[in-house]
Every structure is written in C-alpha cells, then in structure tokens.
C-alpha cells in the first residue's frame, strides 16, 4: 500500500507538471523529496542492505537471470534459486558469453571454430556410437545436450550474437530452435495463451503478482512461453555486451545543472533558457532546443542516453544509480514503478527472525499508462526511455534514439511479453474483486482495461510479425538487411522461416566471415537432423550442408595459413564427395610438417583407410598436372612417406612418377629422383607382398642404370681421342743409333697411350653393354605384365598399363639402338685408334693390334681392341630381339624393325669386311 501511494503521489505530479500551470518549485521539489526520502527508508530501497543472504530481490533489469525475484524477464539480478513469494523458481543457467556482435576475419577466429568443430564432432561420434551399441539413454540426451551448449557457447565467444540466440534457444530443446511458425500454429497460440492465463488467474493458490507472471516460464509452461523469455533475455545480453559511454560527473547529488544554477542564481535570464530548478524546466522553454546553460544541456543528453543503454541491457540498477550519482534522484524513484507485487522476506533485528514484507508495484498497469503518457510529452532519449517502460512499442519505433535493428527487435518483443503478463494481472485482479479478496492495487480495474486497450496492439504480436515489423519501417537501419540479422531474424520466426533462408541465401554467400558462420551453422543444424526423433528435418538439408562445405573447404584451402583447419570440414563430406575433391584442394600444401600434420588429423577423423585414399588421390594429381614442375612433382611422394605402412603406396607412386619422366625424355631427373629423393623421404625396410610394384620398380632402376651407363661412355667416347699427339723431332741431325732410339722410345710411348685411352673406352663400352644387356635380358621380360588388359577394372590400373605398354614400345627399341650405338661406334673408335698406331707400332692393323693385345694378355681374336670383337657383340642383338624368351621383338613396330635390320645389314657388312682383313 505504501509503495501503490508513494508511486502513484510521483506519477500524479509528474502529469501535472506536463501542463503550462506549474506550481512553485518548493512544492514540487517537494513531493519528490517526499518520493526519493521513500525510495531510501522502504524495504524496497532498503532490502540491498537487509535481504536474506540466499535471496537477492535487487530491482533490476539483468542481462542474464531476467525474472528470478518476480516472474518478468526484465527485472533481476539474483541466483539461480529464488525463494521470494514463497515458491521455488528455477532459472535457465547458462553462462554469459561474448561481448559484441562482429568478429575479425584473423586466423586465431578460424582457430576457434575449428577448435569448437572438432570437439564437437569427436563428442557427438562418441555419443552416436553408444547408441549404435544400444546404450542410448537419458543419460546420453543429457550428454547430447551438453555437447551442443558446448559448442554454441565457444562459438559465441567469437562475439557474434547467433551463436548467443542459438545458445539460448538449446538449453530450452531442439523444439525452441525448430519452432513451428505457420500461421495455423499461430492461431493455435493465440487461443494456447488465452487459456493459459484464465487456467493461471485463479486466486486459489497464487498470492502475488510476481508469482502469477513467474507461472508462465515455468517447466509446465508452453513452449513459446519459454521461448520467447529466453529470447528477451538474449536481447538483454546483447544489449549488455555494448560499451556504454558514460557521461562526465560535473554535477553532484545534490545540484543536476551546476551551470545553469550558477546563471539563475546570477540572475541571468534569456527567453530561451530554463527559469528555475525543476526538474520539468526544460520542457517549458518550448521554443528552445538547447533550453539549459552551458554544457547542462549536453551532459543531460549524455546521461539520459547512458540510462537508456542501462535500460535496454536489463540493469535498471545501473541507470538508477547513474542519475543519482548525477544529481537526479527523482528520476530513479519514477523508472522503477516497472516491478511487479511481490512478498519477500527481511530480518528483523528486534525479533531475530525473517518477517514478510510487500515488494514492487501493485499498480504497474497504471504507471505504465503514465509512462506512455510521459513518453509523449518529452523528446529524444527521454521519450526512448518512457517509451520503452510503458512497452508503448509504436511510439518507441518512430525514436530517433532507437533506429538500430536490435533496438526495435528489443522493443517489440518486451512489448509481446510484458502485455501478455499485464494480461495476466488483470485477470488475477479481476478474479481477485469477484471473489472480494483485497490486495493492494487491485481496485483500479477501469485503469488496467485502458492500459490493455492502448496497448491491445502488442498484443497480437507474435515471432514472425515482430520481424515483419521491422523488414517494412521507414528506416534503413532497422530493416534488418544484413545475413546476421536475417539469420537471426529466421531462427526468431522458427522452423519455416529457417528453413526459407537456408534454401535462398547459403548458395549467396560471399564474405568470407559470413561464409564461415553459416557453415558451421549448417553443420550444426545437420546434426540435429540426423539424432533419432529429432523435430529438425528438411529436404535437401544434406545438399545445402555439402554445398556450404566444399565453398569454406575450398576458401580454406585458397588461404595457406588456414589449410590446417580443413581436415575436420573434410570429414563431414561424404566419402565419395570427399575423396572426389578434398585431394585437388590439398595439391598446393608443399611444407612437409604442414603435410604431417594434416595426414595425423585425416588418421584420426576419418574411417579407416580413407587417409590413405586421400594421400594416393593427391601425389596423382600433382603427377598429372601439367602446371606443376619437376620438382613439385617429385616432391609429391613426400605424402606418402609419414608411416612404413605406406611405404608399398610410395613405391607405387614413385613408379608412376619415373614413368611419366621417362614418357617425357627426362631419365635424367628419373634417375635423380629415384636414387637420391626418394630412398630419403621413404625408408623402406624388408617386406613381403606387392611383387608387381617391386618388380616394376627394379625394371625402371635396371633401366636408368642402363642410361646412365650409356650416357658415361657417350661423354667418355667425346673426351677420348682415337690418335695421339705425335711431337715432331727433327731426326736431321741425328745418327743411325740416335734415331733408333728416338723411334724406339717414340714406339714405346704410343703403344702405352693407346692401351690407356682404349682402356678407358673399353670399361665404359663394357658398363654400358652389361646394363644394357640387363634390360634386354630382364626377367619375364621388360616391365611385362602377365594380367590381361581386359580383366583390369580400375582406372588407374588401366591406365598404369597403357603407361607400360607405351614405355615397352618406345623404351625397348631404344636400348637396342643404344647398345647397337655403342657397339657400332666402340668398334669404329678401335679401328681408328688401331689406323693411328700405323706405320710406328706396325705396318697393319692386325700388327698393331698383336702388339697392344699381347700385352694385354688377349689373344687377336678375342680382344675388345678388335673392332671385329664389338661387331660381333652388335651381331649377337640380331638373336636378342628374336628370341621370345624376352618378348623383345614383341616391342618393335614396322618403323622401328626396318631401322633395326638396316643396322643389321651394315654390321654384317663390317664383319665381312673385317673378317676378310
């Protein structure tokens, strides 16, 4: 009762004093003296002081716990428990997260949410795998639950308000996120509401206001009930995540506007400024937009905003603490008339005991319409903020001071949930009168029916009419155009709506900070779908999932400081999808420990033997692209080296790496690679199985060894002359005896250079033809394979074959040209160098040679000094390419045999010819 007059005594005067007859300023300082003298000595404005440890009734408006003392979501900052009224109250508890609404496209971002990504996913496996093994229970929803909060709650420490809405929205079930929206269910609650509040206004059990408003939200109640509670407590949180700008304390508590005091107390007096010190001074000078001295003005617009940013963040507290420390108390006594009635308990010093006490305002209904009242009358943050106490929602969307998105979505949902619950008063007070119980305010029944007719509108709003609201202001900026808001305003609306934006906008995305908030929001929302009786489901759901997948795959891919955080979005594909594009994205990873380090990720988050798939799937695209060089190519093998147990994959690979070369004309870089990268980046320890591979790669090592054979007698054929260098001496002067000599001596040098440069030519030719012969004479025949073409199935298989094939045709040939090069041409080298030796070491070259073969220890006939030794050698080719034993003839086309017998019938030649000799 005391409260009901001292807030109705406040609001009476505030009316008056809106009219041109003011009364003098001692009179009207006085009443609120009178109210801010209440506001200290009551037990409302005593209970910080004398409250029960375990309760908190602190009149507040809390950004987290909303309705913990009275049952409205706008007024509180207490515990999780609250005993107040008598009745236990149990409160959401879920943890304040971030603090703004953007985030910063930086690495450290993309960290967090993979980090939130993969924890997630390992929990949610685990979970589904006890279900798989029949151990799904409570127990395991609960787990199911507190996995996604986790989730949510990292993610909204990105300071991005979805993931706050989606926190909220989880904690109350997978009903709150995929709320049905159509019309039909509107109608449905509409009818749901009004039922509710006849079945909650009866008297029998519930004694306060608070307690009737606090049966809304409870366990029992409807689910949108709950739902949009909780949404109003995320727009609290919101609003509280913002840096509120304070303004500079130039008054004091007992003086508002020190420097217009300081003027009227001057007796400085102009038609545009206030005339005295009253609180309603400013709004008599109405010609004047700046009606106060000096900085007054600027310093009331400074505080009244700063209270208007405490109000819509939930802390009434705050603003009320904000004008008194500024020199308004009067202003704290009229903004807290929002409390509902309540009984709370106190001790009492003087009996030792807790003692009930009446809280809040029993005539909420009629402030309210003296708010809205005021909220008409005065500008600017003011009006804001009356507008917003009064719930006057239309009035509150023309403010200047409430233009944002946010703003207007705050005010028309604490005008949906606030009219539902002066509904609800009413008709408590109603049953109250006709059953004649007397509780205080319940008497001024034509005031509350007023109050509802003015603010009847409110009460027809709903989720998606509050969106559409706001999608037709006048005003840019609260028309809710970007992708958060519209993504927030679909998870508001419910289901339909959702899924509406899901289906439009995913294929849009552009920015990459909005790229990867809906990507994790679509996987997210995946999961959900796919737990058993999950009300989530939607067609092509999986499809818009893998679409916004492979784009966050592919920018992550694009960013090298961000490929590290792929593996975990590639395991979400499906496998076939995943091994059809995750390789081309990782072809441009070159670091080896970032390699490592995604292969060690892939071994964990994947099925078994799909790591293995992926690393095969990309050394073959590198292998095959024409873009990349030599080096990148061979460096490929290097996926393939982290583990022993892929070691027959490498060998594999690094076959098809030397093929290619070799199809190329690149033996050089085949030989580097495979004797001097790969045994460093593979090591290779003894095993068992795999023969082809093996068997492959020691045909292509016998064959580089072969090249590279002859390639060392070509380069030994260039250095080394066939003839000496013979110094000229001028035997002229010389005796019989001094010539003998010097012809001696001169014999004795050529035939030791002869032997010395043959010899050489003779290794290298003798290396060269044992190389050669080994790919001519390898066993089963030269990468022969003995499986049927037509029995081959994959297409890899199919086409390492073609590979074979090619090389057998092209490679084979070629060898025997080689070795009948290096015949033909060792043996025209041996036949020059004998020429040379003539007339000094013999007179022929059958001499010459019997001379450099003696010493030699070979007979004429059998020495590679003979040039007829090295045809024979050519001549023996003619029975290599014949014989089936290696299926070397089977390589030859018609071109390459005509060129082959040409050769063949030039060596027969030569061998007659030397033969004759």
Same mark, same amino acid.
């Given at each position: 009762?005391?409260?009901?007059?001292?807030?109705?005594?406040?609001?009476?005067?505030?009316?008056?004093?809106?009219?041109?007859?003011?009364?003098?300023? &001692?009179?009207?300082?006085?009443?609120?003296?009178?109210?801010?003298?209440?506001?200290?000595?009551?037990?409302?404005?005593?209970?910080?002081?004398?409250?029960?440890?375990?309760?908190?009734?602190?009149?507040?408006?809390?950004?987290?716990?909303?309705?913990?003392?009275?049952?409205?979501?706008?007024?509180?900052?207490?515990?999780?428990?609250?005993?107040?009224?008598?009745?236990?109250?149990?409160?959401?508890?879920?943890?304040?997260?971030?603090?703004?609404?953007?985030?910063?496209?930086?690495?450290?971002?993309?960290?967090?949410?993979?980090?939130?990504?993969?924890?997630?996913?390992?929990?949610?496996?685990?979970?589904?795998?006890?279900?798989?093994?029949?151990?799904?229970?409570?127990?395991?929803?609960?787990?199911?639950?507190?996995?996604?909060?986790?989730?949510?709650?990292?993610?909204?420490?990105?300071?991005?308000?979805?993931?706050?809405?989606?926190?909220?929205?989880?904690?109350?079930?997978?009903?709150?996120?995929?709320?049905?929206?159509?019309?039909?269910?509107?109608?449905?609650?509409?009818?749901?509401?009004?039922?509710?509040?006849?079945?909650?206004?009866?008297?029998?059990?519930?004694?306060?206001? &608070?307690?009737?408003?606090?049966?809304?939200?409870?366990?029992?109640?409807?689910?949108?009930?709950?739902?949009?509670?909780?949404?109003?407590?995320?727009?609290?949180?919101?609003?509280?995540?913002?840096?509120?700008?304070?303004?500079?304390?130039?008054?004091?508590?007992?003086?508002?506007?020190?420097?217009?005091?300081?003027?009227?107390?001057?007796?400085?007096?102009?038609?545009?400024?206030?005339?005295?010190?009253?609180?309603?001074?400013?709004?008599?000078?109405?010609?004047?937009?700046?009606?106060?001295?000096?900085? !007054?003005?600027?310093?009331?617009?400074?505080?009244?905003?700063?209270?208007?940013?405490?109000?819509?963040?939930?802390?009434?507290?705050?603003?009320?603490?904000?004008?008194?420390?500024?020199?308004?108390?009067?202003?704290?006594?009229?903004?807290?008339?929002?409390?509902?009635?309540?009984?709370?308990?106190?001790?009492?010093?003087?009996?030792?005991?807790?003692?009930?006490?009446?809280?809040?305002?029993?005539?909420?209904?009629?402030?309210?319409?003296?708010?809205?009242?005021?909220?008409?009358?005065?500008?600017?943050?003011?009006?804001?903020?009356?507008?917003?106490?009064?719930?006057?929602?239309?009035?509150?969307?023309?403010?200047?001071?409430?233009?944002?998105?946010?703003?207007?979505?705050?005010?028309?949902?604490?005008?949906?949930?606030?009219?539902?619950?002066?509904?609800?008063?009413?008709?408590?007070?109603?049953?109250?009168?006709?059953?004649?119980?007397?509780?205080?305010?319940?008497?001024?029944?034509?005031?509350?029916?007023?109050?509802?007719?003015?603010?009847?509108?409110?009460?027809?709003?709903?989720?998606?009419?509050?969106?559409?609201?706001?999608?037709?202001?006048?005003?840019?900026?609260?028309?809710?155009?970007?992708?958060?808001?519209?993504?927030?305003?679909?998870?508001?609306?419910?289901?339909?709506?959702?899924?509406?934006?899901?289906?439009?906008?995913?294929?849009?995305?552009?920015?990459?900070?909005?790229?990867?908030?809906?990507?994790?929001?679509?996987?997210?929302?995946?999961?959900?779908?796919?737990?058993?009786?999950?009300?989530?489901?939607?067609?092509?759901?999986?499809?818009?999932?893998?679409?916004?997948?492979?784009?966050?795959?592919?920018?992550?891919?694009?960013?090298?400081?961000?490929?590290?955080?792929?593996?975990?979005? &590639?395991?979400?594909?499906?496998?076939?999808?995943?091994?059809?594009?995750?390789?081309?994205?990782?072809?441009?990873?070159?670091?080896?420990?970032?390699?490592?380090?995604?292969?060690?990720?892939?071994?964990?988050?994947?099925?078994?033997?799909?790591?293995?798939?992926?690393?095969?799937?990309?050394?073959?695209?590198?292998?095959?692209?024409?873009?990349?060089?030599?080096?990148?190519?061979?460096?490929?093998?290097?996926?393939?080296?982290?583990?022993?147990?892929?070691?027959?994959?490498?060998?594999?690979?690094?076959?098809?790496?030397?093929?290619?070369?070799?199809?190329?004309?690149?033996?050089?870089?085949?030989?580097?690679?495979?004797?001097?990268?790969?045994?460093?980046?593979?090591?290779?320890?003894?095993?068992?199985?795999?023969?082809?591979?093996?068997?492959?790669?020691?045909?292509?090592?016998?064959?580089?060894?072969?090249?590279?054979?002859?390639?060392?007698?070509?380069?030994?054929?260039?250095?080394?002359?066939?003839?000496?260098?013979?110094?000229?001496?001028?035997?002229?002067?010389?005796?019989?005896?001094?010539?003998?000599?010097?012809?001696?001596?001169?014999?004795?040098?050529?035939?030791?250079?002869?032997?010395?440069?043959?010899?050489?030519?003779?290794?290298?030719?003798?290396?060269?033809?044992?190389?050669?012969?080994?790919?001519?004479?390898?066993?089963?025949?030269?990468?022969?394979?003995?499986?049927?073409?037509?029995?081959?199935?994959?297409? !890899?298989?199919?086409?390492?074959?073609?590979?074979?094939?090619?090389?057998?045709?092209?490679?084979?040939?070629?060898?025997?040209?080689?070795?009948?090069?290096?015949?033909?041409?060792? &043996?025209?080298?041996?036949?020059?160098?004998?020429?040379?030796?003539?007339?000094?070491?013999?007179?022929?070259?059958?001499?010459?040679?019997?001379?450099?073969?003696?010493?030699?220890?070979?007979?004429?006939?059998?020495?590679?000094?003979?040039?007829?030794?090295?045809?024979?050698?050519?001549?023996?080719?003619?029975?290599?390419?014949?014989?089936?034993?290696?299926?070397?003839?089977?390589?030859?086309?018609?071109?390459?045999?005509?060129?082959?017998?040409?050769?063949?019938?030039?060596?027969?030649?030569?061998?007659?010819?030397?033969?004759?000799?």
């Amino acid at each position: 009762v005391e409260a009901s007059r001292s807030y109705a005594a406040v609001s009476a005067q505030l009316e008056s004093w809106t009219s041109p007859k003011v009364g003098k300023l &001692a009179s009207n300082w006085g009443v609120y003296e009178d109210a801010v003298q209440w506001m200290e000595t009551s037990p409302l404005g005593k209970q910080k002081d004398h409250i029960s440890p375990s309760i908190d009734v602190t009149p507040t408006r809390s950004p987290i716990d909303g309705d913990s003392t009275h049952g409205t979501p706008i007024m509180s900052n207490s515990a999780t428990k609250s005993t107040i009224g008598r009745l236990p109250i149990d409160l959401m508890d879920v943890p304040s997260i971030s603090k703004a609404f953007s985030a910063s496209a930086t690495s450290d971002n993309y960290r967090l949410y993979h980090d939130a990504m993969l924890r997630f996913l390992r929990s949610d496996q685990a979970t589904n795998q006890l279900a798989i093994l029949g151990e799904k229970n409570q127990s395991n929803s609960k787990d199911q639950l507190m996995i996604d909060l986790e989730y949510l709650q990292t993610l909204a420490g990105d300071n991005n308000a979805l993931w706050s809405l989606l926190l909220k929205l989880r904690s109350l079930g997978l009903d709150a996120i995929w709320m049905d929206d159509t019309k039909s269910t509107e109608d449905i609650q509409q009818r749901h509401i009004s039922d509710t509040l006849k079945k909650l206004s009866s008297p029998k059990l519930l004694h306060t206001h &608070a307690q009737v408003i606090q049966s809304l939200y409870g366990e029992s109640s409807p689910m949108f009930f709950r739902r949009r509670k909780a949404l109003f407590q995320w727009l609290q949180e919101n609003n509280a995540r913002k840096d509120i700008k304070l303004p500079r304390k130039i008054a004091s508590s007992q003086n508002m506007w020190p420097e217009s005091t300081k003027a009227i107390r001057r007796g400085i007096t102009r038609p545009d400024k206030i005339q005295s010190i009253h609180p309603d001074a400013p709004f008599l000078i109405s010609e004047s937009r700046e009606p106060l001295f000096g900085d !007054d003005g600027k310093h009331e617009k400074d505080l009244l905003q700063a209270c208007l940013n405490y109000i819509l963040a939930g802390r009434l507290d705050k603003a009320t603490q904000l004008c008194k420390a500024h020199g308004q108390p009067w202003r704290a006594a009229v903004w807290q008339g929002g409390q509902p009635f309540m009984i709370g308990t106190i001790p009492n010093e003087e009996k030792q005991s807790m003692v009930d006490v009446n809280m809040g305002n029993p005539c909420r209904l009629m402030w309210k319409s003296q708010c809205r009242r005021l909220a008409s009358v005065t500008v600017d943050e003011e009006a804001a903020i009356y507008s917003v106490l009064a719930n006057d929602a239309q009035k509150a969307l023309t403010s200047p001071c409430l233009r944002s998105w946010e703003s207007g979505l705050y005010v028309c949902v604490s005008s949906m949930i606030e009219r539902l619950e002066d509904e609800l008063i009413h008709l408590y007070n109603a049953q109250l009168r006709k059953s004649g119980r007397v509780l205080p305010g319940n008497n001024f029944e034509q005031e509350e029916l007023d109050h509802l007719l003015a603010t009847a509108n409110a009460a027809m709003f709903s989720e998606k009419s509050i969106i559409n609201t706001l999608a037709s202001s006048p005003y840019e900026e609260m028309k809710g155009k970007t992708i958060y808001q519209q993504i927030m305003a679909a998870f508001i609306q419910g289901r339909a709506a959702v899924i509406s934006f899901l289906q439009s906008q995913c294929s849009q995305l552009k920015d990459e900070q909005t790229l990867r908030t809906v990507t994790h929001l679509m996987l997210f929302i995946y999961s959900l779908s796919t737990r058993p009786g999950s009300p989530v489901q939607m067609d092509g759901l999986g499809k818009i999932k893998e679409d916004c997948l492979l784009r966050y795959l592919d920018h992550l891919a694009n960013r090298p400081d961000l490929v590290q955080f792929s593996v975990v979005y &590639a395991a979400m594909l499906p496998t076939d999808t995943m091994l059809n594009v995750y390789p081309k994205l990782l072809t441009k990873v070159q670091v080896p420990s970032e390699r490592k380090e995604l292969w060690e990720q892939m071994k964990e988050l994947f099925k078994d033997g799909v790591d293995l798939r992926i690393l095969k799937g990309i050394v073959r695209l590198m292998i095959a692209d024409k873009g990349l060089n030599n080096v990148q190519k061979c460096q490929s093998i290097g996926w393939l080296s982290f583990t022993q147990d892929h070691y027959e994959e490498a060998l594999n690979h690094a076959n098809a790496i030397v093929r290619q070369l070799l199809l190329n004309e690149e033996a050089s870089v085949a030989n580097e690679f495979l004797w001097e990268y790969f045994p460093r980046v593979v090591q290779s320890e003894e095993q068992e199985g795999f023969f082809s591979t093996r068997r492959e790669h020691d045909a292509l090592q016998v064959y580089l060894e072969a090249n590279e054979a002859f390639e060392n007698w070509k380069e030994c054929m260039t250095e080394t002359l066939s003839f000496c260098k013979k110094d000229e001496l001028d035997k002229s002067k010389l005796n019989a005896m001094e010539k003998e000599i010097a012809l001696s001596m001169e014999k004795r040098q050529i035939i030791e250079e002869k032997q010395k440069v043959s010899g050489k030519i003779i290794d290298a030719a003798n290396a060269a033809r044992c190389k050669l012969n080994e790919v001519l004479t390898f066993d089963g025949g030269w990468l022969q394979e003995y499986d049927d073409e037509d029995d081959i199935e994959s297409s !890899d298989e199919k086409q390492r074959a073609k590979e074979l094939k090619q090389l057998q045709s092209e490679l084979i040939p070629q060898v025997v040209f080689m070795a009948h090069n290096v015949y033909d041409e060792t &043996a025209t080298w041996m036949k020059n160098m004998l020429a040379d030796a003539i007339p000094l070491v013999g007179n022929t070259e059958n001499e010459v040679l019997c001379v450099l073969a003696q010493d030699g220890g070979d007979s004429p006939t059998t020495t590679p000094l003979a040039p007829l030794y090295w045809l024979r050698h050519a001549e023996g080719l003619a029975e290599r390419v014949a014989s089936e034993e290696y299926n070397v003839y089977d390589c030859f086309g018609q071109k390459y045999l005509r060129r082959f017998l040409g050769y063949m019938e030039d060596v027969f030649i030569r061998i007659l010819e030397e033969s004759a000799s």
